[in-house]
């Protein structure tokens, strides 16, 4: 059987395509109504108004710019959209068992034992910038998250440096493809503008060439400029209201996540270098290559070894090797000192019985209790030996204890093994 590649057995809500080339978000298909709102217009306006603008310079070739300019900023911003929605976000890979967990010993009831508890913090404390910032244990990921990092509850994915989801991209918005997110909002802000100004200019062109040309002539005249001002200014207030809510955020190093999430707490920005500082390091930083290997092959997890726990009362020795030979042999063990009880007390019964028959006293019926009695303690000896068996010492030493404590109840030698096994 085939080995699996990563992204054909990955546990988030991506989708992939081209063999994992290309990942995108559960969302993805919320892309072509993006490409469509790009590309449509534009050839609404390369066909109904940068063709006819072509004649109305003085000079050949720079009517032809206004069509060439169009064309090019128009692929310029679709390359930009592939390379936020296309890419790792900058996805941080699940771990397949928790971290490392943290052994501490906590006093059992009255016994004055120790049990082992597993525990493990859900927040910690890293240091940045000489200030600490919380991080908290993220239980989908099963890891710690980084400073800035947040999981997502549409890709299913923690994300570094995590600023939003972005519905129109279909994709997570982080450390690996802010830059061209933004990129990509101010590109598409200045597209509209252009669009929007040769769009009035050719309405003012169409005045211009008719006398006594007014607004409404012009715009029976092409109907598809005032249709492309009314689109443009619209869009307009949505990507140009992002492009400079996000050169405030650059400015200030904070992500949308951060700002929506504690604008109101007023605590120190850690993250924050100076707006020079920060804007270089969203625009000229190295970015990071990817952590997922999406088209690797799946490689088998070697298993952890456990490691030892040592509670007391119990020996180092007895923590390997396989538990069942050594219960059967206590079982053995219970079962042979269970015979010699028993022999003992028929021994001392009839013992008992000749030095009364001898000393002439009164013989009382007394054996049908002593048999009961007999028969009592051979039962807590085989319960406590039973139970004994559950400790995995294996040695003579527990055996003995139980013989010698004959007495002692099977509740107690149970709260005392069900303390062990905890």
């Given at each position: 059987?085939?080995?699996?590649?990563?992204?054909?057995?990955?546990?988030?809500?991506?989708k992939?395509?081209?063999?994992g080339?290309?990942?995108?978000?559960?969302?993805a298909?919320?892309?072509?109504?993006?490409?469509?709102l790009i590309?449509?217009?534009?050839?609404?306006?390369?066909?109904f108004?940068?063709?006819?603008?072509?004649?109305?310079?003085?000079?050949?070739?720079?009517?032809?710019?206004?069509?060439?300019?169009?064309?090019?900023?128009?692929i310029?911003?679709l390359?930009?959209?592939?390379?936020?929605?296309?890419?790792?976000?900058?996805?941080?890979?699940?771990?397949?068992?928790?971290?490392?967990?943290?052994?501490?010993?906590?006093?059992?009831?009255?016994?004055?034992?120790?049990?082992?508890?597993?525990?493990?913090?859900?927040?910690?404390?890293?240091?940045?910038?000489?200030?600490p910032?919380?991080?908290k244990?993220?239980?989908?990921?099963?890891?710690?998250?980084?400073?800035?990092?947040?999981?997502?509850?549409?890709?299913?994915?923690?994300?570094?440096?995590?600023?939003?989801?972005?519905?129109?991209?279909?994709?997570?918005?982080?450390?690996r493809?802010?830059?061209?997110?933004?990129?990509?909002?101010?590109?598409?802000?200045?597209?509209?503008?252009?669009?929007?100004?040769?769009?009035a200019?050719?309405?003012?062109?169409?005045?211009?060439?008719?006398?006594?040309?007014?607004?409404?002539?012009?715009?029976?005249?092409?109907?598809?400029?005032v249709?492309?001002?009314?689109?443009?200014?619209?869009?307009?207030?949505?990507?140009?209201g992002?492009?400079?809510?996000?050169?405030y955020?650059i400015?200030?190093?904070?992500?949308?996540?951060?700002?929506?999430?504690?604008?109101?707490?007023?605590?120190?920005?850690?993250?924050?270098?100076?707006?020079?500082?920060?804007?270089?390091?969203?625009?000229?930083?190295?970015?990071?290559?990817?952590?997922n290997?999406?088209?690797?092959?799946?490689?088998?997890?070697?298993q952890?070894?456990?490691?030892?726990?040592?509670?007391?009362?119990?020996?180092?020795?007895?923590?390997?090797?396989?538990?069942?030979?050594?219960?059967?042999?206590?079982?053995?063990?219970g079962e042979?000192?269970?015979?010699?009880?028993?022999r003992?007390?028929?021994?001392?019964?009839?013992?008992?019985?000749?030095?009364?028959?001898?000393?002439?006293?009164?013989?009382?019926?007394?054996?049908?209790?002593?048999?009961?009695?007999?028969?009592?303690?051979?039962?807590?000896?085989?319960?406590?030996?039973?139970?004994?068996?559950w400790?995995?010492?294996?040695?003579?030493?527990?055996?003995?204890?139980?013989?010698?404590?004959?007495?002692?109840?099977?509740?107690r030698?149970?709260?005392?093994?069900?303390?062990?096994r905890?």
């Amino acid at each position: 059987m085939a080995a699996k590649r990563v992204y054909q057995v990955w546990k988030g809500s991506n989708k992939f395509i081209f063999g994992g080339r290309l990942v995108f978000g559960p969302d993805a298909r919320s892309l072509l109504i993006t490409l469509s709102l790009i590309i449509v217009p534009v050839i609404i306006f390369c066909v109904f108004v940068a063709r006819h603008l072509r004649h109305e310079f003085s000079s050949y070739y720079s009517g032809y710019a206004i069509l060439v300019v169009a064309i090019l900023f128009t692929i310029i911003v679709l390359v930009l959209l592939c390379l936020t929605s296309a890419r790792d976000p900058g996805i941080i890979p699940r771990n397949s068992h928790p971290p490392e967990e943290e052994f501490r010993y906590e006093s059992s009831g009255g016994a004055g034992q120790q049990t082992p508890t597993l525990q493990f913090p859900r927040t910690k404390e890293v240091m940045v910038n000489g200030l600490p910032v919380r991080v908290k244990y993220c239980e989908t990921c099963m890891l710690y998250r980084p400073p800035r990092c947040s999981h997502c509850s549409i890709c299913n994915n923690c994300v570094e440096r995590f600023d939003h989801h972005c519905p129109w991209v279909g994709q997570c918005i982080g450390l690996r493809n802010y830059r061209y997110f933004f990129l990509f909002v101010s590109s598409a802000t200045i597209l509209c503008i252009y669009v929007f100004s040769l769009s009035a200019f050719y309405i003012k062109v169409l005045m211009d060439n008719n006398d006594n040309g007014t607004v409404w002539k012009a715009i029976k005249e092409s109907p598809a400029s005032v249709i492309l001002m009314a689109y443009c200014f619209i869009s307009l207030w949505f990507v140009g209201g992002l492009t400079g809510f996000h050169l405030y955020l650059i400015g200030t190093n904070q992500t949308t996540y951060e700002n929506f999430r504690y604008r109101a707490d007023g605590r120190i920005n850690v993250f924050n270098q100076g707006c020079l500082n920060n804007f270089l390091e969203v625009f000229c930083k190295e970015i990071n290559p990817s952590r997922n290997n999406f088209r690797g092959f799946v490689q088998e997890e070697v298993q952890r070894p456990l490691a030892p726990v040592f509670a007391r009362g119990r020996e180092p020795d007895d923590l390997g090797g396989d538990r069942r030979p050594k219960v059967e042999a206590d079982l053995d063990i219970g079962e042979d000192l269970l015979k010699i009880s028993q022999r003992k007390n028929i021994e001392e019964l009839d013992e008992e019985i000749r030095s009364r028959g001898s000393n002439g006293a009164p013989h009382n019926t007394t054996e049908p209790d002593s048999i009961l009695s007999s028969d009592h303690r051979a039962t807590t000896i085989q319960s406590n030996a039973r139970h004994s068996s559950w400790d995995r010492s294996g040695n003579w030493e527990i055996a003995q204890d139980v013989f010698a404590n004959s007495n002692v109840t099977e509740s107690r030698s149970y709260v005392t093994s069900k303390e062990m096994r905890q």
